[in-house]
């Protein structure tokens, strides 16, 4: 068997969350042409349902689950679903996100609702479904769950506290969900965007940097998260588990100087 | 082929520096299967030819290149051997390393200097070498394979831990100086990796691979599909990173 062919997904079945949109469904499409059947959670029916369509595209199978991953009721209803209509669940990416757009409040007006819901949803979530699919995957011997962390997983970020906070969480939680499911067969890993323009993040007061201050000199294109979806969900990363995978255009190699370039010195 | 097309390095010529651990080997051949030719360099004629021969079995233009490359002029001279036979030069897998175990207090200042020139130096070497063609022609990819102790020490390992972290810092800095000329340079480190590791069952009697979250050593084929992935173009947005490949090593408390 050759390299590449370890990067087959035909016959894998993925659940993935928040698959509807933005990154997620770059993902979605990357993995459904290595041959996965894609079933997709999220919270608009629309969205989801366009997706489910670029996977029946590609010939493979599909399912769209409305599915509100902060409400465990539903989570767990989601990974019901998709094994009573396919028997099993090979990798779950837990893509779920949410930046919210509320003007950028100093610290001494957000809510607790705000703290509340921005936590659930971009770290409790990944809790959840991967804790609904854990005993399936351990009862299997394998497994292979991906969080979707950020870069604000790892640097602050400006008037943004519940993005950072929770993706700052997710990076923990990939590192003791592999330490701790290793000894069922499950890995688990991270991919860390950088600056991904997305319908999101525009309608969002997010503040993206420009491409000129990222080290390669542009943000992401989306499609550029369908390779490295892929190369997790599939047997080529079976030794990689508790890491990140990060694709950001450099921004996290740098951080000493806004553009990363630092002046011209000789020898003394 | 369900994989998508995007998987290729077809037309693409690979550099990739060997050592006596054979792993360059493994990388060639992956690196050739992807549709690359691949020029193989190091020290031993030996592992050198075994690397190009399994490249020529994949049906792809093999070059040796044998040698100690220890100055600036030898791995320039090297790079243009390359471009001036395969056509070019757009991947750049620094394979090779230079190991010591030994207690600080005995090391001597000889030993230091190899393992610091043997992979800091050797690394920027290369690197620096293909850069000036990479940078150029506006586009080209670089690997690094360092260990995962360019983050974690290990006792009687000061000089190749350090050697490791200098390669890890250099990669960082390389990714934001050649950034916007299309440059794109990362480091996978690998944890506990052997070519041929003892079967399962026996590795599981040695405490280290109990501790280790997947429970069995690494080999070289584990870390193929992603040096193809980091050598091609649909990685361009990926610099400056070090991915880990370590059985969960480096997540353990």
Redesign the interface.
């Known amino acids: 068997m ?9 016959g894998i079945n993925v659940v993935i969350t928040g698959g509807g949109t933005g990154l997620g469904r770059e993902m979605v499409r ?1 993995m459904a ?3 996965a059947n894609v079933a997709i959670a999220g919270r608009r029916q629309g969205p989801i349902d366009e997706a489910a369509d670029i996977v029946k595209a590609a010939g493979t199978k599909s399912m769209a689950v409305s599915t509100d991953v902060t409400d465990t009721a539903q989570v767990n209803r989601l990974f019901e679903t998709v094994l009573a209509e396919w028997g099993g669940i090979h990798v779950l990416f837990n893509n779920a996100g949410i930046v919210r757009d509320e003007g950028r409040p100093p610290l001494w007006e957000i809510t607790d609702e705000s703290w509340r819901v921005g936590i659930e949803t971009n770290l409790s979530s990944a809790f959840y479904c991967s804790r609904a699919v854990s005993k399936h995957m351990a009862d299997r011997g394998s497994g292979k769950i991906v969080n979707v962390a950020s870069g604000f997983g790892f640097r602050g970020g400006r008037d943004n506290y519940m993005y950072t906070a929770g993706k700052g969480g997710v990076v923990n939680l ?3 969900l ?6 069922y067969g499950i ?1 688990c890993n991270a991919i860390v965007p ?1 600056f991904f323009p997305t319908e999101a993040t525009n309608a969002s007061s997010m503040s993206l940097p420009r491409g000129d201050l ?4 542009r943000t ?2 989306p499609r ?1 998260f ?3 979806a ?2 997790l969900a ?1 047997a ?15 921004g ?3 951080g000493m100087a806004p553009t ?2 630092g002046p011209i010195t000789e020898l003394a | 082929m369900p994989v998508p097309t995007d998987w290729t390095l077809e037309g693409k010529v690979a550099l990739v520096t060997a050592d006596a651990r054979g792993w360059a080997t493994v990388f060639a051949a992956a690196l050739a299967e992807a549709g690359a030719d691949v020029a193989i360099a190091g020290h031993s004629a030996e592992h050198v030819e075994s690397a190009a021969n399994a490249v020529r079995g994949m049906g792809k233009r093999a070059e040796t290149l044998v040698g100690d490359f220890d100055g600036f002029d030898d791995t320039d001279a090297a790079a243009d051997r390359v471009v001036s036979r395969l056509g070019g030069l757009d991947i750049l897998i620094h394979a090779s390393q230079t190991a010591l175990g030994k207690p600080a207090l005995d090391t001597t200042e000889f030993e230091w200097n190899t393992v610091m020139d043997g992979n800091a130096g050797s690394a920027f070497r290369w690197a620096r070498a293909a850069g000036r063609r990479m940078v150029t022609q506006g586009n080209g990819h670089i690997v690094n394979v360092i260990s995962e102790m360019a983050e974690r020490g290990l006792s009687n390992h000061a000089p190749f831990s350090a050697s490791q972290g200098a390669i890890q810092q250099m990669t960082r800095s390389l990714a934001l100086e050649w950034g916007t000329a299309g440059v794109r340079i990362n480091c996978i480190a690998t944890g506990w990796m052997e070519l041929n590791p003892p079967p399962l069952e026996e590795q599981q009697k040695e405490l280290l691979v109990r501790y280790l979250p997947l429970r069995r050593k690494g080999t070289p084929d584990d870390i193929a599909a992603l040096l193809i992935y980091l050598a091609g173009n649909f990685s361009d947005f990926t610099t400056g990173q070090t991915i880990f490949v370590d059985g969960g090593a480096m997540a353990h408390a």
């Open positions: 050759g390299v590449l062919d370890a990067l087959n997904l035909d990357g042409e290595a041959g990939t590192r003791a592999g330490v701790s499911l290793g000894r890995t950088g990222i080290p390669v000199g992401g294109f550029e369908g390779p490295v892929v190369w599939s080529a990363s079976d030794y990689m588990t508790g890491e990140m995978f990060i694709v950001d255009g450099g996290l190699a740098g990363g370039y």
